[in-house]
């Protein structure tokens, strides 16, 4: 270039060294990443990164306030779709082949059982994380302030990640896969035991009806499994990503994550964020600004340090890099020592015994185990729809960014776990001791038994105490915080009594060593 | 959509055209969900047929059970005739297992009598007492799909 009488050949050659450089430059837009402007341009001008904030609030990278969780289960989805599409190079989705290749990337494909492994323990993981997140996102109350739509999209989600798990859980067609299938179909079918009840199911079959659209037939087969690949690798997949990407969109606008109306910046934040080159924001005291006629809500606070944000590049990119290795390690390391479970070719002569679901349908099968229409369609029905109404039934927009609110929260949070336990264990012990209207009272219609069953009494038991609670304290949110709370010790405690104490016929045994042979 | 024409009595020409197209848009969207559903509700099924055939009355001296797996049915023989009795509980569709006292399923712990009836556990329903008939060439053959009264036997000489 310094040459004025370069010929094309060399400026041709001088291109094709600087290359790389060129190409870099043409890639990044807005070049390094070394002062607060070209920081704050990385951030807006990468398509991957744009979808975050340019600048954080210091309260979201406060690793206490939000734990990772719902980043974490981000992670985790990208796992599970890396291995699953490499998986899916061997699967056959055929009731013939589908056992043979799963086994196949279990014992044959270089690496198959690792990335099976991963695959299962990633979305096995998700649905833990994707619990915690929901629990976190609840106990700081940020499903208020504008963010009730997000809590409901999330819910959402929630129900597509329990979707995929099961769908997934039942295509190496094995003998857990098939008898699953079956008590799935079967649970989908429950509205039968309503329709019977009341005498019109010949008229009105909506459970039969369902069972076949799931199944494509009348009993498990080869359609069956059709439809649940495509359920599995398809359409959930797909209708997640698309809640998945309103999920994310709508933090951004609805003014990213929740912090505390009275944040105060500690030391302890200092040391673990880079702060900005340019102290106390673009506001000075000396000025007075008049921002109402352009802002929409809250006109900024002239005087205190506004906002409390860092560049997110580097602080928010650091956070979440390491956790996604932490997740990745996690996974990894746990796929590397345990096997996803793989059992015998499906026989639909003889069911597993006990026949299980999947851990996290256990606490349903638990309330399965009492009726089939209230464990697998009425309570977990009521269940959603007490969660995705929460936003709308407290609407108190005070403490909201604070970890169970204030100190009655957390006595609340503390009380209703102590007597939802106790409660809970005292209702399974009554049931599994005693029995049911049907030892005492063989002829007793089923109605009675669909409408008054161990699982109706304790989410009785959970309105009721909200109800309390929301009287003592007149507060929704200490009664939701309540609600919440008896709803995680439903799960946590239905599932572990039906994984670890239910054994042949659904009997009751303490330890697995105690089974009997069957 | 309201009307500044205050002269015209009834539905204004727009209103009327809006409503009928919000009205198109909304049957065409309800057609094809219905489309979608019908669809997807198989008209050929890739199964064996609900009739089939368990062989000569012969076959079943009184006072045996024979339990056909593959069909998921009981045939009961007594001194009055013949009875199936379908093998699939009413609760969540696992293979019931035949006990002293009746019937015993393997996964909720439904329990069932002799006749079917439900004595215990989670299931809604009795167990289906399923149809039997003759066929010309003497064959017995049993319909799954067809449920009888509780207490019907086939009888070769009734």
């Known amino acids: 270039m310094n040459n004025t009488n370069q010929t094309g050949i060399s400026v041709f050659k001088e291109n094709?060294?600087?290359?790389?450089?060129?190409?870099?430059?043409?890639?990044?837009?807005?070049?390094?990443?070394?002062?607060?402007?070209?920081?704050?341009?990385a951030m807006f001008n990468n398509f991957f990164l744009h979808v975050q904030g340019v600048k954080t609030h210091i309260n979201t990278l406060r690793p206490g306030y939000t734990l990772g969780l719902g980043f974490a289960s981000f992670a985790l989805l990208m796992m599970t779709v890396f291995t699953g599409v490499l998986i899916m190079i061997y699967y056959n989705p055929s009731i013939e082949n589908a056992y043979n290749t799963v086994k196949d990337i279990n014992y044959v494909v270089f690496g198959g059982r690792?990335?099976?492994?991963?695959?299962?323990?990633?979305?096995?993981g998700m649905i833990i994380f994707v619990m915690l997140h929901m629990a976190r996102v609840f106990y700081t109350g940020s499903y208020k302030q504008g963010r009730e739509f997000n809590w409901v999209v999330g819910i959402?989600?929630?129900?597509?990640?329990?979707?995929?798990?099961?769908?997934?859980?039942?295509l190496p067609w094995d003998q857990l896969a098939y008898w699953a299938l079956v008590i799935v179909s079967n649970i989908i079918q429950s509205p039968k035991e309503i329709t019977d009840s009341l005498g019109i199911t010949q008229y009105f079959d909506i459970g039969g009806l369902s069972k076949e659209l799931f199944l494509g037939g009348l009993h498990a087969g080869k359609e069956s499994l059709t439809r649940v690949y495509l359920l599995h690798i398809m359409l959930l997949p797909m209708i997640l990503f698309i809640f998945l990407g309103i999920h994310f969109w709508r933090i951004r606008k609805d003014g990213g994550l929740t912090k505390p109306e009275h944040f105060v910046p500690s030391a302890a934040d200092t040391e673990y964020l880079s702060l900005p080159e340019?102290?106390?924001?673009?506001f000075t005291t000396s000025k007075t600004y008049g921002l109402m006629e352009l802002a929409h809500g809250k006109t900024p606070a002239v005087g205190k340090d506004v906002e409390h944000e860092?560049?997110?590049?580097?602080?928010l990119l650091i956070a979440e890099a390491a956790l996604f290795m932490l997740c990745f390690a996690g996974v990894v390391v746990?796929?590397?020592?345990?096997?996803?479970?793989?059992?015998?070719?499906?026989?639909?002569?003889?069911?597993?015994?006990?026949?299980?679901?999947?851990?996290?349908?256990?606490?349903?099968?638990?309330?399965?185990?009492?009726?089939?229409?209230?464990?697998?369609?009425?309570l977990p029905g009521l269940a959603l729809l007490g969660l995705a109404l929460a936003p709308y039934l407290d609407r108190e927009q005070d403490h909201v960014g604070i970890w169970f609110s204030n100190q009655q929260g957390k006595k609340t949070a503390l009380l209703s776990l102590v007597v939802g336990t106790a409660v809970l264990?005292?209702?399974?012990?009554?049931?599994?001791n005693f029995g049911w209207f049907r030892n005492w009272w063989p002829n007793v219609p089923q109605l009675l038994i669909t409408l008054i069953n161990p699982g109706n009494i304790w989410v009785g038991f959970m309105i009721i105490w909200t109800v309390f609670v929301v009287r003592k304290t007149g507060s929704t949110r200490m009664g939701a915080i309540a609600l919440f709370t008896m709803f995680l010790v439903g799960f946590v405690i239905l599932t572990y009594v039906g994984t670890e104490l239910r054994g042949p016929n659904w009997g009751f045994y303490w330890f697995k060593s105690q089974w009997p042979p069957h | 959509m309201s009307s500044n024409n205050h002269d015209l009595p009834g539905v204004t020409r727009r209103d009327f055209l809006g409503w009928a197209s919000i009205s198109a848009v909304a049957l065409t969207a309800l057609s094809v969900f219905a489309g979608i559903f019908r669809m997807s509700k198989p008209t050929v099924r890739y199964e064996e047929s609900t009739r089939f055939k368990i062989g000569k009355p012969e076959n079943f001296p009184a006072g045996t059970v024979k339990k056909l797996e593959e069909r998921g049915v009981f045939i009961f023989s007594g001194d009055d005739g013949l009875h199936a009795i379908s093998s699939v509980c009413t609760h969540l569709g696992c293979i019931v297992a035949v006990?002293?006292?009746?019937?015993?399923?393997?996964?909720?712990?439904?329990?069932?009598n002799a006749n079917g009836k439900v004595i215990g556990g989670p299931a809604p329903r009795n167990l289906a007492w399923l149809e039997i008939s003759q066929n010309v060439d003497g064959t017995l053959v049993v319909d799954a799909a067809k449920e009888v009264p509780v207490g019907t036997k086939f009888n070769l000489y009734a």
Request: glycine share 10%; with cysteine.
């Open chain 1, 334 to 378: 746990y796929a590397f020592f345990i096997d996803a479970p793989l059992k015998e070719l499906a026989n639909p002569l003889i069911p597993e015994n006990p026949a299980k679901a999947p851990w996290y349908f256990l606490g349903l099968q638990e309330l399965l185990s009492y009726s089939a229409f209230m464990g697998g369609v009425g």
């Open chain 2, 99 to 112: 006990t002293e006292t009746g019937f015993q399923c393997p996964c909720h712990g439904s329990r069932y």
């Open chain 1, 310 to 315: 860092v560049l997110s590049w580097p602080n």
């Open chain 1, 114 to 124: 690792l990335l099976r492994n991963v695959h299962k323990w990633a979305g096995e």
């Open chain 1, 425 to 432: 264990i005292g209702i399974l012990a009554f049931a599994i």
């Open chain 1, 278 to 282: 340019k102290k106390g924001g673009i």
């Open chain 1, 16 to 41: 094709l060294k600087s290359i790389g450089k060129s190409f870099s430059a043409s890639f990044l837009r807005s070049g390094r990443p070394i002062s607060d402007r070209s920081r704050a341009a």
């Open chain 1, 156 to 170: 959402a989600l929630l129900v597509c990640t329990f979707g995929i798990n099961l769908s997934g859980y039942m």
